[in-house]
C-alpha cells in the first residue's frame, strides 16, 4: 500500500484533489489509519481512479461522475464517449486555429494603412465549360473541406483522369455568411458526359454547363480561405477605381487543390463577373 504522497506521485494525481475525492466519497483509500488519520491506497486502485478522471475530462461535473462510477460504467463505454469528445476538442481547436489566422490577415491589412494591393488583378473572359457539380448549403470551412476531399477521393475512381479539369466552386450567396454559404462545388470537365457521381455522404454530383462570362475580375489567393481577406478587399478596390460592377456570382478554381493538413499551399484563382459602369 501506498500513503497518500506516493499514491499521488504514482497516479499523478494532486493529493489536495484525492483529499477532497475521499471527502466527498467518490474516490476513497484502500485503508485509513484512525490514530494517524493517514490515508493509505492500492495500485490496484489506478483502474477507478483512471475511470473517474476520464469521466471528469468528458466535461461531467462529479455528481455526474459519481453516480456513473457507482453504475459501474464499462471501460467501451467510456472509450466510446472519449473519442466523441476527441473529435469534438479537435473540431473546436480547428476553428479557433482558423479564427487566429482570420484575425492575423486582419492585423496585416491595418498594418498597410489601408493601402489594397491590387497588382495582381487581371481582366479576362472565360468560356463555356462542362461542370460536373452539386449545390449545397456549407455551414464553415470544415465542412466544406470535408466535401472537397470527399469529392478528390471518389471522382477519380469513377472519371477519366484526361476528362477531370480544375476543382472549382461557384458561390451562390447573395452575402459572406462564413458559416452558411450558397456553395456549388465540382470539376470542370474537359468533354462533356452524362454521369452522376453519388458521395459517401449521400449527396450527388451531376453535370450542366457553367456559362460564359465575358469580362471577369480575376486575382490569385496563397494559401486557405483565411488569405482571401486581401483578395477580395483588392478586387472590390480595381472595382471601384476603375468603375466596374459586380454582376453575379464569383467563382474559386484551385489551381493547387488543398490537401488535408496542407491547406496552406493552396493556390486560387479568385473569379468574378463584372461589368463597366456606363458614363
Known sequence: MFRIGEFSKIAQVPASQLRY??????FTPIHSDRDTGYRYYSAQQLAQLNRILALKDLGLSLEQVKRLVEDEVSAGEIRGMLTLRKAQIEQ??????????????????????????????????????????????CHGPSETLAIVHD?????????????????????????????????????????????????????????????????ALTTMRFGGPEQGIPCYSALGTWAETHHYQLIGPGREVFLVPPKPGHESEMVTEIQYPVTAIAG
Not at 475525492?21 to 467518490?26: F, G, R, T, W
Not at 481547436?93 to 489594397?116: D, F, T
Not at 458561390?171 to 457521381?197: C, K, N
Request: cysteine-free; overall charge negative; hydrophobic content about 40%.
Open 151 to 215: 469529392m478528390g477521393q471518389i471522382v477519380p475512381k469513377q472519371v477519366q483522369s484526361k476528362a477531370i479539369g480544375r476543382f472549382t466552386v461557384v458561390i451562390h450567396s447573395e452575402r459572406y455568411e462564413p458559416d452558411d454559404l450558397d456553395l456549388e462545388l465540382g470539376f470542370v470537365l474537359t468533354q462533356a458526359l452524362d454521369i452522376q457521381v453519388p458521395l459517401s455522404s449521400g449527396l450527388e454530383m451531376t453535370v450542366r454547363e457553367l456559362a460564359p462570362i465575358q469580362t
Open 21 to 26: 475525492y475521499d471527502e466527498i466519497s467518490l
Open 92 to 137: 473546436t481547436l480547428q476553428a479557433e486555429a482558423l479564427r487566429l489566422q482570420v484575425v492575423e490577415s486582419r492585423l496585416q491589412q491595418l498594418e498597410r494603412k489601408g493601402q489594397i494591393q491590387d497588382d495582381n488583378v487581371v481582366l479576362k473572359s472565360l468560356p463555356a465549360q462542362a461542370f460536373l457539380a452539386l449545390r449545397h448549403r
